[in-house]
């Protein structure tokens, strides 16, 4: 009798697409081991990522505005469920498989400092060599998860993992070798910048930095008036526009819509990012993530259980690199207050 994988397995060969990426056609796993019976590879992936620590930890995980009063702004946790959905309906309306779509949209931020990009800018300026949420997020998924064991991904939502990110780059890189593996992958790397530019732009707005009006008028009259209709708009042009490749190679946007949207992110820095609120609380923050790393690197001792035995074959400043870059905001808060900060005591 067949598994329940093998018929999943079969029915993704007939109803995908001739570009899709195959289940039992993955390049395998860092280490070799059983076949689930009745889930395939990439949808046991994203299992695994739905029920680690890491992916738990990113709903107290700033995305852009730190501890904000409101209910409604954005988490390191709601984007990455935006991104997923968006790329889902990509890959679903191209045939693309949804599974490793969904598992790689998952994963992709598991690394990300507290405090946003403010920590990540932190930690890349004062751990030696550097630091990159894209390339941590990988080290995650390979090292951390598991009391060091890793969640032991496949090559295929590794891949995307390690090549979401753009920064202020080019959404589709002149070099391929930088472009995800899959089809699948490149969706999730252009659906996270439909995401995060436009809720950014949404939580902007709701927070008074910037009003409806200093919006520039191209955004507006070429991708829409409101949230959902800009993100129908870019949506839309990447599945038309893909649609008339033959053979498909690139998710990608149509070139003035592309445009629109480099648009719409150059006007974000300019006017979000770099605006006085965001700047001190990155100030503040920035603060914080350095007294930390200082105070572990002073003294091995400092640093929790977990972080000294778990990889200690890495240099000691990995682990606190480590140790920092997976603290939610509140934990590096109440550390911080904790190690730096008096505390009220009782005289009896």
């Known amino acids: 009798m067949k598994k329940i994988r093998e018929i999943l397995e079969e029915k993704e060969k007939a109803i995908l697409s001739p570009y899709a990426t195959l289940s039992n056609q993955t390049k395998g796993r860092i280490h070799p081991e059983k076949e689930d019976d009745i889930r395939p590879a990439f949808q046991h992936d994203r299992d695994r990522i739905i029920h680690c620590k890491s992916f738990r930890r990113l709903k107290h995980k700033t995305q852009v505005f730190l501890s904000p009063a409101g209910d409604h702004y954005r988490t390191r946790l709601t984007h990455t469920l935006e991104v997923s959905q968006i790329a889902r309906t990509i890959?679903?309306?191209?045939?693309?498989?949804?599974?490793?779509?969904?598992?790689?949209?998952?994963?992709?931020?598991?690394?990300?400092?507290?405090?946003?990009?403010?920590?990540?800018?932190?930690?890349?300026?004062?751990?030696?060599?550097?630091?990159?949420?894209?390339?941590?997020?990988?080290?995650?998924?390979?090292?951390?998860?598991?009391?060091?064991?890793?969640?032991?991904?496949?090559?295929?939502?590794?891949?995307?993992?390690?090549?979401?990110?753009?920064?202020?780059?080019?959404?589709?890189?002149?070099?391929?070798?930088?472009?995800?593996?899959?089809?699948?992958?490149?969706?999730?790397?252009?659906?996270?910048?439909?995401?995060?530019?436009?809720?950014?732009?949404?939580?902007?707005?709701?927070?008074?930095?910037?009003?409806?009006?200093?919006?520039?008028?191209?955004?507006?009259?070429?991708?829409?008036?409101?949230?959902?209709?800009?993100?129908?708009?870019?949506?839309?042009?990447?599945?038309?526009?893909?649609?008339?490749?033959?053979?498909?190679?690139?998710?990608?946007?149509?070139?003035?819509?592309?445009?629109?949207?480099?648009?719409?992110?150059?006007?974000?820095?300019?006017?979000?990012?770099?605006?006085?609120?965001?700047?001190?609380d990155f100030n503040k923050s920035s603060k914080i993530l350095e007294d930390l790393f200082a105070y572990f690197m002073e003294d091995e001792s400092r640093l929790p259980g977990q972080g000294r035995t778990c990889l200690s074959d890495d240099p000691y400043f990995r682990r606190v690199c480590d140790f920092i870059a997976g603290m939610t905001d509140q934990y590096a808060l109440q550390f911080y207050q904790k190690i730096f900060l008096p505390h009220p005591w009782m005289i009896y």
Not at 109 to 119: E, K, R
Not at 133 to 146: A, G
């Open 91 to 280: 890959s679903k309306t191209l045939g693309l498989n949804e599974d490793l779509t969904e598992a790689i949209a998952l994963g992709h931020d598991l690394g990300h400092t507290p405090f946003g990009h403010a920590g990540e800018s932190v930690l890349n300026r004062i751990v030696p060599g550097g630091f990159r949420h894209y390339e941590q997020s990988l080290r995650v998924v390979d090292k951390l998860e598991r009391d060091g064991k890793g969640l032991n991904l496949t090559f295929e939502v590794r891949d995307g993992i390690l090549k979401h990110s753009k920064g202020l780059g080019d959404i589709v890189p002149s070099e391929r070798e930088n472009l995800p593996a899959t089809l699948e992958g490149q969706a999730v790397r252009v659906a996270d910048v439909v995401a995060y530019i436009n809720h950014d732009l949404d939580d902007a707005l709701r927070s008074g930095i910037i009003k409806m009006k200093d919006i520039p008028e191209e955004i507006l009259s070429g991708l829409g008036p409101t949230h959902s209709d800009r993100i129908n708009t870019l949506v839309v042009d990447i599945v038309s526009n893909c649609r008339l490749q033959s053979p498909l190679t690139t998710i990608q946007f149509s070139p003035e819509i592309e445009r629109l949207a480099l648009r719409m992110r150059t006007f974000l820095y300019d006017k979000v990012y770099t605006s006085p609120p965001v700047v001190s």
